[in-house]
Nanobody
Framework: QVQLVESGGGLVQPGGSLRLSCAAS????????MSWVRQAPGKGLEWVSV????????SYADSVKGRFTISRDNAKNTLYLQMNSLKPEDTAVYYC???????????????WGQGTQVTVSS
C-alpha cells in the first residue's frame, strides 16, 4: 500500500532553515508528480510546491517563492523541501502528497502523509 512518511520538522527561529523529507513506498515514485501542502493553525490547506516526476519542473506558491526549494531523489524514493528564511507565518503542519498530475498552479492528490510540524518562533 502507498505510504508517505514525513520527517524533519521542528522548532526554528525566524530566519532559520529546515529541510523536510518524505519517504515514499508502495508505488512507482519516479512516475508521479509530488507536492508539499501545509495547514496553519485554524486555517485551511495551502498548496506550497509541486515537482514533476523527473524533477525537472517545479512550481511554488507566491508565499514561499524564493525561500523554499522542492527536490526529489528517485533512486531513494524521497521528496524534499528545503526551507530557508523561515517566517512565523510558515508555522504549519507540512504534508507531502502524491499528485495526480503536474501543474504550475498546484495539483490534486490521492495520498497524503501524516504530516510534520514546523514551528517558527523566537
Amino acid at each position: 500500500q502507498v505510504q508517505l512518511v514525513e520527517s524533519g520538522g521542528g522548532l526554528v527561529q525566524p530566519g532559520g532553515s529546515l529541510r523536510l523529507s518524505c519517504a515514499a513506498s508502495g508505488f512507482t515514485f519516479s512516475s508521479y508528480a509530488m507536492s508539499w501542502v501545509r495547514q496553519a493553525p485554524g486555517k485551511g490547506l495551502e498548496w506550497v510546491s509541486v515537482i514533476n516526476s523527473g524533477g525537472g519542473s517545479t512550481s511554488y506558491a507566491d508565499s514561499v517563492k524564493g525561500r523554499f526549494t522542492i527536490s526529489r531523489d528517485n533512486a531513494k524514493n524521497t521528496l524534499y523541501l528545503q526551507m530557508n528564511s523561515l517566517k512565523p507565518e510558515d508555522t504549519a503542519v507540512y504534508y507531502c502528497a502524491k499528485s495526480l498530475y503536474y501543474s504550475d498552479y498546484g495539483s490534486e492528490y490521492d495520498y497524503w502523509g501524516q504530516g510534520t510540524q514546523v514551528t517558527v518562533s523566537s
